[in-house]
């Protein structure tokens, strides 16, 4: 049994969040597994706020290292009300204590599915630039 503890940040932007439906896929080197979000809706009382959402999902098997993450907004269920969503990032914490985040900040305004990479910087420490 493998835990993977998610969390979604939102901008700090007004009207950043959004009431819909929100499908999330991570993929690792061992395959996908499926996250949904019945309600993501954040309540919004002033104009700058901060609001994330925490999980946890439960594997049988490792995903291995994780590679990308898919995300997909279902579009509004009345035809006259559809929510943009400015996402800021997404981080993923595994029992090996490893660390995933994957950099988002751009607006899903459409029911597509939207892949991201993970955004881990490696860097070369034997090239020193001054």
Known sequence: MVNYKVT???SERFKAYTREYIYITLVGEKGPIYIFYPNLYLFV???YVI?????????EESLGKLQQVVVQKEKGRLFYFN?????TKIAVDTDTNETYIFPLYTWIADNEKHYFREGQGLCNYSERIF
């Open 8 to 10: 979604v940040y939102n």
């Open 45 to 47: 009382k002033t104009i």
């Open 51 to 59: 609001c994330s959402l925490k999980v946890t999902i439960t594997t």
């Open 83 to 87: 929510d943009n969503w400015l996402p």
